[in-house]
């Protein structure tokens, strides 16, 4: 037995899942919210029997892999690594044979040496002398510098590319990590290549796992002409919106509290951190990315915005909110003292901080707020500018109430009538309608929007979970396999029935370990379909399987019909391309096609 199936047969489907979402009993099978995109009506589908999952919403599913790699935004040799310490399971062969894997881990390792330098001559070196200078100058404390792995890089064209040299890294594989850069002028030094960071105050950056996967770097003199911060460039382990600086330390207390507040830098973190304030993170400038809120979700469902700039009065924030919103989070923002950041506010005195979370106030609260403070109330124009910001943030609020709160509260605010500011709502929800593009066919395929796909995996649902051998031969009666027009339904069809000839009795694992694995993701949502409504109820399900069936000849039949008529059509169309035979031919062929369908619809 391979490691991946021992993890299997050791650990269930519905632990894992339920230690994570909650999940609630529907007939044989449990229902849930799905984590991975907003909905209201639970969509989310995981079967015991077959240990999988799948969401009829955003259509993700799989097995219990799958499920933790989407969730906790890792790979397969990391989920492996993780579900086998859960199961118990040794692992015969230590995951990372993929040179994707094996460049992450390559990757991990040098960002941690480097860290190592860094913080060395932070510590320990002369050179860090003026660092540790100015980290005692900002009350950071050494116990600080340890927790967060701060670091000092020598003003030295070659400090860490020497060392790391030393340590057996190529240049290639330093300029790939982020660590130096090639020079444009090489004949001017020794090496091609230089320093990235030279002269800052090195701040680690970790992923939730504790993995370093970059640096940031500030200047300690405030007279120099360079960028004051300056970030690892984007890598295979460092993208910048999945990154949330001081996670991996605080992320405990972010889960405990069912809060995180965030914060803009480095320095607001710590600085709160050592004042007792536990569940922060930075997101390294104000606005909140996808990456970013997917992360925190797993963690909390409430943020707490203690930022230097104005949310309100930044598009990108605002995004960053909608997002959020959006994936459910409980929002608030702190109203922090006239021209303080969390840092300064902790170092004159931590309980005005303590005491502005505490205090925070809800989020769209704030965005009228701050529209307010900005605008003239008063005048017409005022009002104007403050209903052409505030509306479009208040259209995208997807709790139907919580808007109309919002709404009321503009309303008074701006003294006029509710019904001027629902109308001015429905204006911009119309703007905001034409101005979203078209789907793909792409989109239609993850989200099953096609009626006649959907008609076809339930159909194939039916089945799988009914009487296969019996419902399978009515089928027949009626329709071929080749009838079907979803192509995966098509094949699993192909399949069954060869199935059902070689075997008695229909086993469903049996049967599903016999298919190529491209065809188990739509085996896997036929079987998850939610019937428990009527699973139980041999009568009611076997009237839903006659009316399912009904339906699907219906659709076949109209198929049919089209494409005959338009391909009598096209031949007319193209005189002398077809005798009077074939044309006969062709015409009854449509009598019988729509008798049948007359017939059907009849006996609806």
């Not at 059509?569 to 005798?579: D, F, S, V």
Request: hydrophobic letters at 35%.
């Amino acid at each position: 037995m391979s490691d991946v199936d021992e993890i299997k047969s050791r650990l269930n489907i519905t632990d894992i899942i339920g230690s994570r979402i909650t999940l609630k009993k529907a007939g044989r099978n449990f229902k849930a919210l799905c984590p991975f995109h907003n909905e209201k009506t639970p969509s989310f589908v995981v079967s015991p029997d077959r240990q999988i999952f799948h969401c009829f919403g955003c259509g993700k599913g799989g097995t219990v892999f799958d499920f933790v790699m989407e969730y906790h935004h890792i790979d397969f040799a990391e989920a492996l690594e993780d579900l086998a310490q859960l199961a118990g399971v040794k692992l015969e062969r230590r995951p990372g044979d993929t040179p994707q894997q094996q460049l992450k881990h390559k990757l991990y390792e040098i960002n941690h040496l480097a860290g190592e330098f860094y913080h060395y001559i932070l510590t320990k070196h002369r050179l860090g002398e003026k660092a540790r200078g100015y980290l005692k100058g900002r009350g950071i404390t050494d116990k600080s510098v340890e927790t967060f792995s701060l670091g000092y890089s020598p003003n030295s064209w070659e400090g860490v590319y020497a060392f790391l040299h030393k340590k057996g890294y190529d240049d290639g594989f330093m300029e790939q990590a982020g660590l130096i850069i090639k020079s444009q002028n090489p004949s001017l030094k020794t090496h091609s290549y230089y320093d990235r960071f030279r002269g800052r105050l090195m701040f680690t950056l970790k992923d939730h796992r504790s993995n370093a996967v970059g640096f940031a770097g500030r200047l300690l003199d405030p007279d120099a002409k360079e960028a004051k911060y300056i970030n690892t460039s984007e890598t295979p382990v460092y993208i910048k919106s999945n990154v949330l600086f001081g996670l991996d330390v605080t992320k405990a207390a972010i889960q405990k509290e069912n809060e995180a507040i965030v914060m803009e830098g480095e320095f607001d973190v710590i600085s709160s951190f050592q004042a007792g304030i536990s569940n922060c993170v930075a997101i390294k400038g104000s606005a909140l990315t996808e990456g970013h809120v997917h992360l925190l979700r797993r963690f909390t469902e409430r943020l707490v915005f203690a930022l230097d700039s104005d949310v309100a009065g930044d598009a990108a924030s605002r995004r960053g909110i909608e997002i959020a919103d959006a994936a459910g989070f409980d929002m608030k923002v702190v109203m922090m003292p006239s021209g303080k950041d969390p840092d300064e506010a902790v170092r004159e005195n931590a309980n005005i901080l303590k005491k502005a979370v505490k205090d925070a106030i809800p989020i769209y609260d704030y965005f009228i707020s701050s529209a307010v403070s900005r605008h003239d109330k008063e005048s017409a124009f005022g009002k104007k500018k403050i209903s052409e910001e505030l509306l479009p943030v208040l259209a995208k609020i997807e709790n139907p109430i919580v808007q109309g709160h919002y709404l009321r509260k503009l309303a008074q605010t701006l003294g006029i009538s509710e019904q001027q500011t629902m109308d001015g709502m429905a204006k911009v929800k119309a703007v905001q309608a034409r101005g979203r593009q078209p789907e793909t066919g792409e989109d239609k395929k993850a989200t099953g929007e096609s009626r006649g796909e959907k008609l076809e995996i339930y159909v194939l649902g039916l089945m799988l979970q009914g009487k296969t051998t019996q419902w399978f031969e009515e089928f027949k009666e009626y329709m071929t396999v080749s009838d079907f027009a979803h192509q995966a339904v098509r094949q699993i069809g192909e399949k069954l029935e060869a199935y059902l000839v070689a075997h008695k009795v229909f086993l469903l694992k049996d049967f599903a370990d016999s298919l190529p694995k491209e065809l188990t993701p739509v085996l896997d949502e036929a079987y998850l379909w939610d019937i428990s409504d009527f699973l139980e109820d041999e009568e009611q399900f076997a009237k839903e399987w006659e009316r399912a069936l009904r339906q699907l000849r219906r659709d076949m039949l109209r198929r049919k019909i089209y494409v005959l008529t338009r391909e009598f059509n096209e031949k007319e169309k193209e005189k002398g391309t077809q005798t009077k035979n074939e044309r006969d031919a062709m015409q009854k062929s449509l009598r019988e096609l729509t008798g049948k369908l007359k017939a059907l619809e009849n006996q609806s």
